[in-house]
């Protein structure tokens, strides 16, 4: 059993930045039989998506959404099991509620196991 807090979501100016956390915490044995970590998000009214997803071999892989790419960071660090969302140039369309994942298999494209329960992100002026 895995259990994943995410936090860092607020109130955000157009164009400005935003960091989420995401940590993991579960008896060693999971923690190594995590594969993949992700970031999903679900603006009001749509289904969720997927935004970013990094591998947790420390090959230094790592996925963005085309609507992300060049804006948003995905790192973890290992030690803390801890995954983190760098939000850059957010837009109003960013706007949603952030969840972070595990993955049992080395796919993005896979089907988490393991959800954490949230954190709320608003871009407004």
């Known amino acids: 059993q895995v259990q994943l807090v995410e936090s860092g979501g607020g109130l955000v100016q157009p164009g400005g930045s935003l960091r989420l956390s995401c940590a993991a915490s579960a008896p060693a044995r999971s923690i190594r039989s995590i594969n993949l970590m992700g970031w999903f998000r679900q603006a009001p009214g749509k289904e969720r998506e997927r935004v970013s997803c990094?591998?947790?071999?420390?090959?230094?892989?790592?996925y963005y959404e085309d609507s992300v790419r060049g804006r948003f960071t995905v790192s973890r660090d290992k030690a803390e099991n801890t995954m983190y969302l760098l939000m850059n140039s957010v837009k109003a369309e960013d706007t949603g509620d952030y969840f972070c994942?595990?993955?049992?298999?080395?796919?993005?494209?896979?089907?988490?196991?393991?959800w954490g329960q949230g954190t709320q992100v608003t871009v407004s002026s």
């Open positions: 994942a595990t993955y049992p298999s080395y796919y993005c494209d896979g089907k988490p196991d393991y």
């Open positions: 990094i591998s947790s071999s420390g090959d230094g892989k790592v």
